[in-house]
């Protein structure tokens, strides 16, 4: 069964600390995608990368970065926390060129105190 | 940029009522896809419409794709408890680009 897995369920982190949110996807998907969901708002993009070392803005890029260095992993990174990005983040994968639905992990939930 | 808006936010519905989600793109879409998210869960891929006024079923689901492919909607018939959660459509404009998703419909169904 294709698996996306998220680091964390629940975290808890300080205004000002740099945060770095993980995600691993077992099925070798070129593409994966950096998500927040927020009451009312849905999903947003925040990055996305077609492949290794690729990475393109999303809707909401501001307050964040991405690194993905190896196919299987794509990391977002906050450099400096803030209580605006509380929020629950989802990682999503898909495999490139082909419509089918992405795939996604079962989230973080990232509290900014 | 692209946006998709979906209607309603909310719906609450006896158990054995039909329920109806709309979603609308301001630009013609690729193809749009529909999502379901059980409470406390992720967002799981239930089905993607390409074709002008595609009409797929899926048990008690029936999703459309307008002609125009601008619009696609939901029906679920004879809602059950199970049925509960939100649901999301997500438009791509070029096939193989990115999906924009749309606000979400949540679904609370009383027995």
């Known amino acids: 069964d294709v698996k996306v897995t998220q680091s964390s369920r629940y975290l808890v982190k300080r205004t000002g600390e740099k945060v770095f949110l993980e995600c691993v996807q077992d099925?070798?998907?070129?593409?994966m995608f950096w998500y927040r969901q927020d009451p009312g708002l849905g999903l947003r993009l925040i990055y996305f990368?077609?492949?290794?070392?690729?990475?393109e803005k999303g809707d909401i890029p501001e307050g964040y970065s991405v690194s993905r260095e190896k196919k299987e992993r794509f990391s977002l990174i906050l450099e400096s926390a803030s209580t605006n990005q509380t929020s629950m983040y989802l990682c999503?994968?898909?495999?490139?060129?082909?419509?089918?639905?992405?795939?996604f992990g079962s989230g973080t939930r990232l509290t900014v105190v | 940029g692209q946006q998709v808006m979906q209607i309603p936010q909310y719906q609450h519905v006896q158990e054995g009522e039909d329920f109806t989600t709309y979603c609308n793109s301001s630009?013609?879409?690729?193809?749009i896809q529909w999502y379901k998210q059980r409470p406390g869960g992720h967002p799981v891929f239930l089905i993607q419409?390409?074709?002008?006024?595609e009409v797929k079923k899926q048990k008690r689901l029936t999703f459309q794709f307008g002609e125009a492919k601008k619009n696609s909607s939901l029906h679920i018939t004879a809602t059950q408890t199970t049925d509960v959660g939100t649901y999301f459509c997500?438009?791509?404009?070029?096939?193989?680009?990115?999906?924009?998703f749309g606000g979400g419909t949540r679904l609370m169904v009383k027995p």
């Open positions: 999503a994968s898909r495999i490139q060129g082909v419509n089918y639905g992405y795939t």
């Open positions: 099925m070798d998907h070129e593409n």
């Open positions: 990368s077609y492949d290794v070392k690729m990475k």
């Open positions: 630009t013609t879409l690729s193809n």
């Open positions: 419409l390409v074709k002008s006024g």
């Open positions: 997500a438009g791509m404009i070029r096939a193989g680009n990115m999906l924009t």
